[in-house]
């Protein structure tokens, strides 16, 4: 099975926007647009990470956070429309928020997000999806695809989150589902569990309870764990506990990022090979320009893990 991941596509839409619409954490972001962001993303550059991903013919496609800009929803509209173009998008699709989704307290209490993408946070194990419907799994083939939710509205310069504590234990739960035995295991949240070796977690953009989540994922026996947040590429191995083998977590980068000069910033989209119960294969893939589209950038492949008795 092929998974495709893109991320932090930053869909920007100002469809008359209105001046009270910023009076809160949007006048931030709004300035930040005027200044560099508004250019940084590309509405095209996603569309074309989505035709090209229908042509590496991968079989689902994962989406970890960050579809808007400032949570409008013209914003949301826009995305929607963009993810309703995938191919059997409601079968072929899993989404989950990020904070940019969830930018301000009104986003979260009218749960825009959720209306937005509801055909996406359907699960096949329902009896235990909260309220506000994670956490969400679906089943596909071999493997289970687990949907968190780590978005929540924060004060000015402030991008962190966390996974509600009755959120992650339904989620804890789920993962130990006789319907999950014998499957690969996915966890979808939109912020990082752990830095890399290039690349420290900010104070106020990491993710609160990332100790909690971690214990879990290494707990419940989850094979990959995809993300987004930071903008770059990256693949990290932790071991497993309780149990043989290696709990990757990963990120695609800004699948939007349009810059044409820096290839750690340019968009990118990921695309995870399962072969037989384990991640073969990690691809990148790197926006070049809109002329070419998307270019092989990075790959990287797993050998089988053989445990000596």
């Not at 092929?2 to 619409?21: A, E, M, N, T, V």
């Not at 998008?89 to 301000?104: C, I, L, W």
Request: proline share 5%; net charge negative.
């Amino acid at each position: 099975m092929r998974i495709g991941h893109i991320s932090d596509l930053h869909i920007l839409d100002l469809d008359k926007p209105r001046p009270l619409q910023f009076l809160n954490k949007r006048l931030v972001g709004g300035l930040n647009l005027l200044l560099n962001r508004s250019n940084a993303h590309s509405a095209r550059v996603a569309k074309r990470a989505l035709v090209e991903l229908d042509d590496l013919d991968v079989d689902h496609i994962v989406i970890s956070g960050d579809l808007t800009n400032l949570a409008l929803d013209s914003e949301f509209a826009a995305a929607s429309k963009i993810v309703a173009t995938i191919p059997d998008a409601r079968r072929r699709v899993s989404v989950v928020p990020g904070n940019h989704d969830y930018y301000t307290p009104g986003a979260v209490r009218t749960d825009r997000f959720e209306r937005h993408f509801k055909p996406y946070l359907k699960s096949d194990l329902p009896r235990f999806q909260l309220d506000g419907g994670y956490p969400f799994c679906h089943l596909r083939d071999d493997v289970a695809i687990v949907g968190l939710n780590s978005g929540i509205a924060t004060p000015w310069l402030f991008a962190t989150g966390r996974v509600a504590d009755a959120e992650l234990d339904a989620a804890d739960r789920l993962l130990k589902a006789p319907e999950l035995d014998g499957r690969f295991k996915i966890v979808v949240v939109h912020h990082p569990l752990l830095p890399d070796e290039h690349h420290s977690i900010q104070f106020n953009r990491r993710l609160i309870n990332s100790d909690a989540v971690l214990e879990m994922v290494r707990h419940r026996d989850v094979d990959l764990v995809l993300h987004g947040h930071n903008h770059y590429f990256s693949i990290l191995k932790i071991p497993k506990l309780g149990s043989p083998g290696t709990t990757y977590i990963c990120e695609a980068g800004s699948t939007s990022a349009s810059s044409l000069d820096n290839p750690t910033m340019a968009g990118k989209f990921n695309i995870y090979t399962i072969d037989d119960g384990r991640l073969a294969e990690v691809e990148s893939h790197l926006f070049e320009s809109h002329e070419t589209g998307f270019i092989p950038w990075h790959s990287e492949v797993f050998r089988r893990e053989i445990s000596e008795d």
